[in-house]
């Protein structure tokens, strides 16, 4: 057994990088800095109707508790609503998969990756907030399309189009 100590980590409220990211607002609480690249969590304001694309990234786990709101989750298989108190988890090497707020409030999510790795590619994709509200979604031309590409290649996700599901 090894008398190697580890730390306690404290973060306090607010203290994380702050970006809006697709119209919402996502905070890391953890990054995978701080924790070794085990892990990261990151606290997700989405806006009514908002939510990422759909998307996979096989060698990452995320899961999701619902704060507030009714986010509606879409896989191959279906979709399911989930309520505040609900919790998501996509596997491993798990399905494509997207989330839309159906509500009309912002919905908040605390969502975990393991590994880490999750949250720098928000950091990267995303407009620096500061303290503030999210700005509405930047237009997404050739160029911002081509650089969003490159950062999720780089951090291990598969982008798929908005229609994905609806053309199945």
Known sequence: MSNATQD???ISNGAGPCVGIAGGMYQTI????QTGGS???IHMQVPPGGGPAPHAHPQMQESFYVLEGTVEFIT???SQLAQKGDF???PLNGPVHCFKNK?????RLLCTVLPAGLEAFFEQAGQPLVGGEPSPAPQMDEA???????LAKQYGQVLYPPDYFSKR
């Not at 911002?144 to 490159?150: G, K, P, V």
């Open 39 to 41: 892990y990261a969590m």
């Open 144 to 150: 911002a399309q081509q650089r969003l590409a490159a």
């Open 88 to 90: 998501i988890q996509i």
């Open 8 to 10: 306690v980590i404290f």
């Open 76 to 78: 191959e298989k279906g």
């Open 30 to 33: 953890i990054s995978g800095a």
């Open 103 to 107: 509500g009309n409030e912002n919905a």
